[in-house]
C-alpha cells in the first residue's frame, strides 16, 4: 500500500511539473522578452526607428548571407499602445504587388472585365495572370511582366496562398505583399488573421520558418532581374 502510494505521489509531481512546462512555454511573450529572444535567435541586436511614435524598433540581421529585417512599430491608440510587427526581406528589385478586394465586373459589349483589366486593354500593355489561387483578389504592380514571372513559379503561388485572410469584415485580404522591391510579412496579435504575433510562439522555429519562405520569393525575384 505504502509503496502504491509513493509512485502515485511521483506520478502526480512529475506530471504537475510537465503540466506547469508547458504552461511556461505556451504563455505569451512579453514584448521586451520577444525583442531578447529574436536578438539572440538571429544573432543582432535592436535599434530604434527613427521618426516612429511610441517605443519603436528594429532588427536588421542575415540569414544565409542575406538582408533580414524584423520591425516592431508602436502606436499610441485611444485607449491603450498598439504594436504591429512585420517581417522584411529587401532585394535588389523596385517591384510592386499589392492585394486588394476584388472590384466588381463590368459589362463590356458582350462580356465583362474588371477595371484593371479595362485600364490594361487601354494601354494595350501585357495583362496581369492572377493565379486561380489568388483570382478573389485584385492585384496592383508596377511590373506586369515581373510579377507574370514571378507567380509563374509554384512554390510563390504555394507561399502567397499560404497567407491568404479574411478581415473582420468578410473582405479578402493577405498578410504578404511586396512593395518596391521589399518583402513584407505582417503579424497579427488579434482575430483570426494568420501568421499570429510570434510573442505566442514558444520557440522561433515558426521565424526560420518564415524567413525560409520569403527567401524563396527573394530568390525568385532575383532571378527574374
Not at 506586369?144 to 473582405?171: C, H, P, Y
Request: charge should be positive; include cysteine; hydrophobic fraction near 40%.
Amino acid at each position: 500500500m505504502i509503496q502504491f502510494l509513493a509512485i502515485t505521489v511521483i506520478v502526480l509531481l512529475v506530471g504537475g511539473i510537465l503540466f506547469l512546462s508547458s504552461q511556461a512555454n505556451t504563455r505569451k511573450k512579453t514584448r521586451d522578452e520577444l525583442k531578447r529572444i529574436i536578438e539572440k535567435f538571429v544573432d543582432a541586436k535592436s535599434v530604434p526607428v527613427e521618426g516612429a511614435a511610441g517605443d519603436s524598433y528594429r532588427i536588421h540581421f542575415s540569414y544565409d548571407g542575406k538582408a533580414c529585417i524584423y520591425e516592431d512599430l508602436e502606436a499610441v491608440g485611444f485607449v491603450d499602445r498598439v504594436h504591429k510587427s512585420f517581417l522584411k526581406v529587401p532585394t535588389t528589385s523596385k517591384l510592386t504587388i499589392q492585394f486588394t478586394e476584388k472590384k466588381h465586373q463590368r459589362t463590356i459589349g458582350g462580356g465583362s472585365m474588371l477595371a484593371s483589366e479595362m485600364l490594361n486593354e487601354a494601354n494595350m500593355g501585357p495583362r496581369l495572370q492572377i493565379p486561380k489561387e489568388l483570382q478573389m483578389f485584385s492585384i496592383f504592380t508596377n511590373d506586369t511582366v515581373k510579377a507574370n514571372g514571378l507567380f509563374s513559379d509554384w512554390w510563390v503561388r504555394r507561399i502567397f496562398k499560404e497567407f491568404k485572410n479574411m478581415d473582420r469584415q468578410g473582405r479578402p485580404a493577405s498578410s504578404l505583399r511586396i512593395m518596391d522591391g521589399v518583402i513584407i510579412l505582417d503579424f497579427h496579435s488579434s482575430g483570426l488573421a494568420h501568421p499570429k504575433s510570434l510573442d505566442f510562439e514558444g520557440n522561433m522555429s515558426s521565424l526560420e520558418n518564415y524567413i525560409k519562405k520569403l527567401m524563396r520569393i527573394r530568390d525568385r525575384i532575383e532571378d527574374l532581374d
